[in-house]
């Protein structure tokens, strides 16, 4: 059975929570439709390959290790290159990414250059023979459509938490792959990555987000959704794109059609009215809770658990409540 790659993406040396998102989903497709390798790719700076043991734990049997000081960034078109050149020798089965800001970028540049098909914000999968099935949310996550993808291999971005990343153990095997072009003569070159904060958890790897809505009437109130996402710990605060329109939060936290596509196993809306465009970017996590003073406000519609009242009284009520609980 031919083997299924997939894309293990790496920021500053360490894989990221994705790689892992990337390397499961690999590993349970090529399960379910019988057997068959997972091979996984990191790109990025010398001193990778010792990171291969972490993807062998979540089921490649073979990494590939591509490195060169030049990318020590992403560069758009060495790692196309790279992974079209081995995609195409290779004979996969399938190619596996996310859609990471990065996996957005790379994916649709693979599935060019090598004129085969692509699905993008994979919400489910399936490999029947060498076709993949894909699920895909459009029209704002109105409906769900399930794409057949013709042509082997083909190319799917899975949702940023979708997937959970799960161990399953292989021996993984190690090999060393050159850049398919020399780096220092790529036309475009990441020359400067700005980081807001090194210490604030990311959107796509967080498991629990905290998001606050114009309901919140004040960016200084923003203040009781960090809070809560503090009492919770390890929670990533996100925003909908009226308070990031109104400068209350930076657009980086924006969720939704038109910011960021999140899949995490707790969503917290908080003071949000739940738009079309905000639940397309949110209403896959796996559990949803709103707070919100109008019982009819559509957020309810997709909500696990609903809390109708002021914002105002049960935040703090609620971060105090973690707080004790928390202390045992
Ligand atoms: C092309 C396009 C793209 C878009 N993309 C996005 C996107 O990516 N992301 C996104 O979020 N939006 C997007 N929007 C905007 C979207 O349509 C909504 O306008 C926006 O999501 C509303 O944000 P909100 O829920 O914070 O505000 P509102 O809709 O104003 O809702 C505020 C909510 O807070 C509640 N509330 C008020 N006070 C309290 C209180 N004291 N206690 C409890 N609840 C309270 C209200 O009942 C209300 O439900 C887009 C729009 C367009 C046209």
Redesign the pocket.
Known sequence: MPPILAFAETRGGELRKVAFEAVTAARQAADASGSGEVHAVMIGAPGLAGRAEDLGRHGADLTLVVEHPGLERYSPEVFAATLAERVKTTGYRAAFFTASAQGRDLAPRVAARLGISMASDVTGFELQGDTVVAQHPAYTGKVNVTLRLTGSPAIISLRPGFVTPAEQPRGTRVETLAPAMDPTTARVMVTELSQRSTTKLDLGEASIIVSG???L?AAENFKLVEDLADAIGNAAVGA????TDDGWRPPTD??????RLVSPDLYIAV????????L??MRTAKTIVA????KD?P?FKVANYGIV????EIVPRLTDEIKKTRRG
């Not at 909908?240 to 308070?243: E, N």
């Not at 003071?271 to 905000?278: E, F, K, P, T, Y």
């Not at 707070?291 to 109008?294: A, T």
């Open positions: 809505g114009r309901g009437r909908t794109r009226a308070v924006q969720i939704g059609q038109t910011g003071g949000i009215s739940g738009a079309i465009q905000h397309a970017g707070i919100n003073k109008d406000a957020i009242g002021d914002l105002f």
